[in-house]
């Protein structure tokens, strides 16, 4: 396999495993596999997420051995500092979720009560400065490496999969806490924090209690 194939097999695996991803996550999909298989509606996010990672297992794989050099390299300091400052932000977000929820662990554990799951809306201190703090974390480390041309290339399709994932995973939460959420989206910004537009303390707290009216950035 030359080189330019080389490439575009990266490029294609992690666009098949983004479409993928979307495909799984999106509510008709979870509707459909609910009303044909209902006792698995309680085991989706488990399934979910297993079939999510071993599906990025071959995009991942083609990525690391691609054999070129890197194209350029960041200061140590840079991609260290970069590293353990996307590590923290994880740590730290990670306070305002369940993890076993987010697993798929509790849902299972559950799959005998009968009630629906209700999702709160929740904001940690990092999504007063950005939407989707997961994703600009993910971001920041994986631009701030160094990068040969298989990697700038899964890069590039990350980036875009993740911008517009985030829009598609907006409409759900629109749909699901409904005028606070779209307060919310004119208050902080996507992905890139920008001055001007965050939210103090107060504020997130009060608008993830449902008070529309204190939503103004600070």
Same mark, same amino acid.
């Given at each position: ?7 575009? !097999?990266?490029?294609? +695996? ?21 009303? /044909? ?16 990672? *071993? #599906?990025?297992?071959?995009? $991942? ?9 890197? $194209? ?11 590293? *353990?400052? !996307?590590? $923290?932000? =994880?740590? *730290?977000?990670?306070?305002?979720? &369940?993890? #076993?929820? =987010? ?7 559950? /799959? ?8 709160? =809306? ?19 480390? #994986?631009?701030? /490496? &160094? ?12 980036? #875009?999969?993740?911008?517009?994932? +985030? ?19 004119? +208050? ?11 939210? +103090? /303390?107060?504020?997130? &707290? ?13």
């Amino acid at each position: 396999m030359n080189d330019a194939m080389y490439l575009v !097999a990266i490029a294609l +695996s992690w666009i098949g495993y983004g479409a993928i991803h979307s495909w799984l996550a999106a509510n008709r999909t979870k509707q459909a596999v609910y009303t /044909r298989w209902p006792k698995l509606r309680p085991a989706y996010r488990l399934l979910y997420n297993g079939i999510a990672s *071993v #599906l990025a297992l071959p995009p $991942l794989a083609l990525t690391w051995l691609y054999p070129g050099p890197a $194209l350029w390299h960041w200061p140590v300091w840079a991609a260290w500092g970069a590293f *353990v400052a !996307a590590a $923290l932000g =994880f740590a *730290v977000s990670m306070r305002w979720y &369940d993890g #076993l929820d =987010f697993l798929g662990l509790r849902q299972w554990a559950r /799959r005998h009560e009968m009630a629906d799951r209700c999702d709160t =809306f929740v904001l940690s201190p990092l999504h007063r400065y950005v939407r989707h703090p997961w994703y600009s974390l993910g971001l920041l480390y #994986l631009w701030t /490496r &160094d990068l040969n041309a298989g990697w700038l290339v899964a890069t590039l399709i990350i980036t #875009l999969y993740l911008i517009v994932g +985030s829009r598609l995973e907006e409409r759900k939460l629109v749909e699901a806490f409904g005028e606070p959420y779209r307060r919310y989206l004119k +208050s902080v910004p996507g992905l890139v924090p920008m001055p001007g537009r965050r939210l +103090s /303390r107060d504020q997130a &707290d009060a608008l993830a209690c449902g008070d529309t009216e204190a939503d103004k950035p600070h």
